[in-house]
């Protein structure tokens, strides 16, 4: 059926300049991980594939969200600290219902929006600015917030010191292509701490 449907459309199409083979060809696939209904499992063509490169390397253009869903509405997991989604007040548990972009000619509603299709409608470059609709938690009208976006630097490896200083909170975010030489050098600094004595000194 996926041939036959595929051999009509070349055939009979109306506008061949329209029919791109490997658009074609993404857009079956991105079709067939949908039909799953689950937003987690999907297909990235190269461009959302390139972005999510950029995340395991842990540095982009962004506003510092980590995205995820709540009842399935895209929400917000966590604001990055010291990052513009942050600094504008929002909030871990909000629900993002609408993003509009005028420089990237965007205005839309979040319903359906997956994971990567989000990522590509809120990033940009440092300096431009997305406006996006949000639900507080508690509240009963959502609110407009506009954001410039920026330089976004995620560390994989965190480390905290609690107990004065006897006990090494060591978090791992996520794995990414730097993650391995992080989580050595903090587990050296830990280590290093420990022999000398010496104070903690922030986060890595």
Known sequence: LFWEVWDKLHEEYLDANKLKDDQMVYGAIQGMTAALQDPYTV???PKQNQQAKEDLNGEFDGVGIQLGYIKRQLAVIAPLEGHPAKKAGIRAGDLILHIKDKIKDIDQDTAGVTLPEAVTLIRGKKGTQVTLTIMHEGEEEPREIELMRDTIVMPSVEVEMLKDGKVAWLKLHRFGENTDDEWLK???KIVSR???GKEFAGVI
Request: glycine content about 0%.
């Open 194 to 196: 420990a022999e000398t």
């Open 186 to 188: 903090t587990v050296d």
């Open 43 to 45: 297909f990235l063509p």
